[in-house]
């Protein structure tokens, strides 16, 4: 049940097989990452029988087979949907199954006395219509539900009821994916309208297909509408086409608020707030002018829209409410003294009326929403429609107040302030949202751990796939490198999603960091973008360098024609990127700063794109020209654009010129001018100041890492090591893995150049005598390694000590950086000295790993015996295998051996390696979750080895999927897609590449 109103429907998916026999193992995992029909279409199905048979819907259901979706009510399949339908795939659906229930349902009950069948009632829907604004297509909306219940059932009165639906939709605003039934209700007044005989609708369907994020087919559609028809403006993304229509002196409210609506979306405030107040006053008593000041996203006007939107929402909904007049002044503000203490006097009271305590709104809010909700009946606008579009409104409201908390002002305490105000939230949404935040502050603030998020995972239920997929990437930040949880939340995720083109979009994404499943990757992103590429460009550009589509590049790069914002989004990715020539992208930056020279944003991504290329003198240039002529458009571009400057400087070694740009910004406390500042500080001498200023900063921002380094760095800097690690090891939040290798190890190896190896051992030593983890400090001897610093990833990795075979892997990094230090011959030695005999063998499991041939064979002997001898046998088969079995000097041994070796499991599984069984008899042996992940390991290593990575990366994504990290398979399995992801090209190219 949908916890928004007692929804008569349910959609049903068939279950998932958890445990697939060995030769479906593959197509459980491509199911387990599927996504469902786009539920909209869905709940659709289950409104056209509502509103035809008046009566509780049966369940919907779908199942995947062979290619498509089969679509059921009830126990009835009524027709099939692509993996990834379009608009048109949906609107074919919704026609079949609307016209299979012509014609419409048995005689409807006597006509209440108020009609509007008469010409006169029709006529007052469509004025509702036109006005547009929500507080009249409501009205609208209800009147033409009440002649359908009266019996008036033609396409005329669907039409109209269609339209008012449409208008809600365009209006309502939903960052919690809870109001999905409005648009829902939408598809399925056009398809009955179009099954009761009405004319085609392209008008409406434009703007429907639009709202539902299949923009390509939007801008088909409205290619065959007037070229004046806003909606066409508004379909094609055309500001100025839809400023020319909606600045006309005639034009109607639907025109203008569809400019206010793009601007909103485009974040351009300033360009908003200037067009209501000439051109579309009236709106400012309306929630929809809330959405747009909220859509904009800018700094210093969200808390205020998000704090006053929930009384408006109340005010709106109150039946008799006194002086509503004053619902304008919550937005543009009382003008005088006596409107303001008119104002504060009204607040007073509708506080008191709804016995308002401490700010919670949320009680008072169900309260009046259920009293509205109760007087709603008629199949066509019910009581599920009020609901959907008020709560929508209420708890985005909430939702964009609790981000501005937790991420644009990252105010730890706020948050938690924030949360605790949502006492006495009843059940349903409210207490789910009340629930979901919570659980977000306290694992930002490091007072809960991660795992508390992905037992959130199943509990939400009135919340839709985009609070979800937050807490999501909440959880993947805070879980450890390789993390099995990450994909258990990313299939629980995956279940919450469905085929509409933003989740293709968002699953693509994680398929690409979280999962590395480059197949997938490329499936969701190419489908996504397909639907709508100017809702992705930077998916677009993603792509196109993913497909090593050079002609596609250089086109982005120079189509500098349409939206700028757009454009910028292509260029940022691009030049974020490798492969995009950097002299065109500075070409292309460049044309946009001379036609916005006011613009920070788009400096802004000149001077990253210079300053990672190394021309300073010129990036500084693009930030002093831009404090001369320059306009700030948030609170923070003048923050962050001496931040820059000053970073700038620093490169350069001018360290007093750098504080001169960056002091006027530190008292901003924006973390990024404190650290630079207090890096800079150090730089020139300051080192007290520099010490309080990255004491402060730390104190402001305890949870981050990146702060927490840079006070780190400098006492690394002061030589102060145990200062240093004793910070390090209070941090708040675990730090991870990939924190160790990428982000703690940046620091370290940056504050000590490759001429201070000694003090980064020093350094190095204190954290190991801080008792921090040896497999996180084993990241940063991995990391000097890939540096290029042999001798100090010996002398880091060879002190460290761990259980079991767990030092092996320290053993085998410490072998390899003194390889790489002082040669094989020298490395031999030390590692047969340091190993006694019965770890030899296991060892060979590592050697594997590292592509060492001279410890399986030289170390180990030509005849291995004893306990594994049959395992070492197979990584050297494995290790011939990967590296290539044509050319391999020990190819004959191997062939000796496993002619006669058949007797144990992994005699067997080498024999399939060189090629002396087939595949059917390895998938047999996979009857336990140990035995799959390591039979997929090895069916994706020969794939591999026969270049057909494709094949390769599905089995490697099994073996990952059985959650069996501690196998080494698991490790190698999850290794091999790490490389191909950190390529970052598709696999088809890798497969022509040799990589």
Partial sequence: MCALAAVSYQLEAAPVKQAAPPTEMRAAVANAYRLAPDRRALRAVADIYRIHAASEAKPVGFTFSGSAWRIHYGADEIGQLPEFPTYADLRKLLAATAARLQPPAPPAPPAPPASAKTPSGRAKIERGI????????????????AAWQAGERDAGL????????IALCLQSFDTL???????ARALALLALHSAAGGAELTREHTLLAELLGYETEARALAQTLPANDPARAFAEGDKAALQRIAQAPDATPEARYLLLSHLGRKRQLEAALQFQADSFPAIAGELPWFKTILQTHNFAVTESAALFLPYAVLITLEKDAPKKRWLPMITAGPRTEKEAAGFRMAIDKFRERHGVVDGNLVAPFEKELEARAQEMSGALFDAEMLRAFYSGYFYSALDRLGRHYLESLFSLPDAENFAASLHAAPTGPGAEYKRWYTSLSQVSAGTANADVLLAELDKITALGGLPIARTFDLYTSNAPFGSVGVMVAAKRLAARLDSRPLHRQILGEIAYASLMDLPLTERLLDSAVSASPHTFPETRAFLALFNGNSEEVARLIASAEGDPDEHF?????????HGADPKLLADAFQALIARWP???????????????????AKARAVILEWLKVGKSSGVFDEVVA??????????EGRYAEGLDAVWPVVPSWQSGAMECAALLLARAGYRDEADKLAAAVVDRYPNSLRTLLVRTQLLWMYGRYDEAAALVKAHRNPISAYEWRFTVAKALLETFGKTQDEAAQAAFMALHAARIDPFSLLELARAAAKDGRAQLAFEMASPLRANGLGQLEM???????????????????????????????????FAFRSNDPELLWELVGATPSGQGADFVWLMRAALATRQGLANDPNRAALE???????????????????????????????????LKCEIAFYAGLRAESERRFRDASDWYRVALETGQSNNGEWRWAYDQLYRWYSNGQSLALQEKGGT
Avoid: C, H
């Fill in 130 to 145: 036109r006005a547009f604004v929500a507080s009249e297509a409501i009205p609208a909306a209800r009147l033409a539900s």
């Fill in 158 to 165: 669907l039409r109209l009821a269609a339209q008012a639906q």
């Fill in 177 to 183: 994916d809870i109001a999905e039934a409005l648009p």
């Fill in 569 to 577: 989004g292509t260029l940022n990715q691009l030049a974020n990127s």
């Fill in 598 to 616: 006011e613009s920070w944003k788009y400096r802004r991504g000149m001077v990253e794109l210079l300053e990672k290329t190394g021309d300073y």
């Fill in 642 to 651: 001496r931040t820059a400057l000053a970073r700038l400087y620093e490169r």
């Fill in 811 to 845: 053993t085998i990094t410490a072998y390899n950086a003194l390889k790489e230090w002082q040669g094989q011959a020298q490395a031999m030695p030390w590692i047969r000295k340091l190993l006694p005999p019965p770890l030899i063998n296991p060892l060979s499991m």
């Fill in 896 to 930: 000796r051996y496993y002619k006669n070796a058949q007797s144990s499991q992994y005699d067997r599984i080498g024999r399939y390696l060189l090629g002396m069984s087939p595949e059917g008899e390895l998938l047999a042996l996979a009857t336990t979750p140990k």
